[in-house]
């Protein structure tokens, strides 16, 4: 599976869409994080995260659960359209992704992202490249 993980992540370079892996299980979710980590991807835990590295052009993935917070939606719907704005309690702030040096990549198991489609909110609408074995 190595190989056919690294030729998806080459993939992404230069995406200005998100890009999407999905897992079968929480095992293999550990083995494709691994994967993406060793390819030079950093993983973000948090909304201040995902937005500082998409400001920096950094290369990030994030897991996500079984639930889309609105703030992470948020996010992720405008980062194709080449602005994100958030609100931090105090101020709006403003990120450019830098395409070019960038990508944010997602990773979830099949069982919640079906969850996810099942709710308000769609992953799949928002996604471009995706990965599933």
């Known amino acids: 599976m190595q190989e056919e993980v690294q030729n998806f992540l080459k993939m992404t370079n230069g995406s200005t869409e ?7 299980d929480e095992q293999e979710l550990a083995t494709i994080e691994k994967e993406v980590s060793d390819f030079g991807f950093q993983k ?9 590295s998409i400001k920096s052009g950094n290369k990030i993935y994030f897991i996500l659960g079984e639930t889309f917070r609105n703030n992470v939606y948020n996010i992720l719907i405008q980062y194709p359209t080449g602005q994100v704005t958030v609100y931090d309690g105090q101020k709006n702030l403003v990120a450019n992704p830098d395409y070019k040096k960038g990508s944010v990549l997602i990773l979830i198991t099949k069982e919640n992202l079906e969850k996810i489609e099942q709710s308000e909110k769609s992953l799949l609408r928002i996604v471009g490249l995706t990965w599933q074995k």
């Open 18 to 24: 998100l890009c999407l892996m999905i897992a079968r």
């Open 44 to 52: 973000t835990k948090n909304i201040r995260g995902i937005f500082n």
